[in-house]
């Protein structure tokens, strides 16, 4: 946001036109779909931040779409030859073992596998 609107201009100084123009430049820029959803986000929560402590009187970007954050491109099936390869490559046990949750237990990396406890374990 700040190579956009420059260090000078102040946030309450932000209006609705100026957020939809930062988020069109952020597409001639060459960011994906995601990204742009990703980015937009960021900015509609920095935004609210700065209206619940007084910093902003109107959220300029609340209104603004953020798109959808799915890129079919970069879903990608891992065969089990292919998981199995990745483990032996790991360094050791405990990134073996990651691995191996994520892939053939489906846990998110790092959330869910390190949330794990041996009470966990059946």
Do not use: C
């Not at 988020?23 to 609210?48: H, N």
């Not at 073992?97 to 892939?103: C, G």
Request: glycine share 8%; proline share 2%.
């Amino acid at each position: 946001m700040l190579s956009h609107f420059g260090e000078n201009k102040n946030a309450p100084e932000i209006t609705e036109t100026d957020a939809e123009e930062w988020r069109g430049s952020l597409k001639k820029k060459g960011y994906v779909v995601a990204a742009i959803s990703r980015t937009v986000r960021y900015a509609r929560r920095f935004f609210r931040w700065g209206k619940k402590r007084g910093s902003v009187q109107r959220d300029r970007f609340a209104e603004l779409k953020a798109g959808s954050q799915t890129n079919a491109a970069r879903q990608v099936f891992v065969a089990r030859a292919m998981g199995d390869r990745v483990i032996d490559a790991a360094p050791d046990a405990e990134w073996r073992l990651l691995i191996a949750l994520s892939r053939f237990g489906g846990l998110r990396v790092p959330s869910e596998a390190l949330a794990l406890r041996w009470s966990d374990v059946d």
